[in-house]
């Protein structure tokens, strides 16, 4: 009996869509129904045109202005970051080079303090060589 019922609703869906559809073309088929359609649709063209105009003249912005704003907004962040990664590298390189720095005078020193050992020890090993 489950399937006599799937059957029967299904064959009285399809007989509905069916009547739907011939309804729907018939309608659409209707010179009247047509005209007061397209008649609607420019009638909405109009207002949305006059819409725009009307807030171009009280200087805001259509959702057309904002939308295209929104995405240049968007496209401006994504440079500032780039922008923001780029100063980071630059940043990292410049303390790189400060600590490379730091530590080149460090060796400098450490290589005139080691050439003033150098000097001592030569004139010791000169005095001890003298003496003995």
Do not use: C, W, Y
């Not at 171009?56 to 970051?81: C, G, K, M």
């Not at 080079?97 to 000169?126: F, G, P, V, W, Y």
Request: charged letters at 35%.
């Amino acid at each position: 009996m489950n399937g006599d019922q799937n059957g029967i609703r299904g064959r009285v869906t399809r007989q509905g869509e069916e009547a739907i559809g011939k309804l729907a073309q018939d309608l659409l088929k209707n010179p009247l129904l047509s005209g007061t359609l397209s008649a609607a649709f420019d009638a909405r063209e109009r207002a949305t045109r006059a819409q725009e105009i009307a807030m171009s003249a009280l200087n805001l912005p259509s959702a057309a202005d904002i939308d295209r704003l929104t995405r240049r907004l968007r496209s401006v962040s994504q440079r500032i970051e780039g922008l923001e990664e780029g100063l980071e590298r630059i940043s990292d390189r410049l303390d790189h080079s400060r600590e490379t720095a730091a530590l080149e005078q460090r060796m400098e020193k450490m290589e005139k303090r080691l050439a003033s050992i150098d000097r001592t020890l030569t004139r010791l090993d000169k005095k001890f060589s003298a003496t003995g």
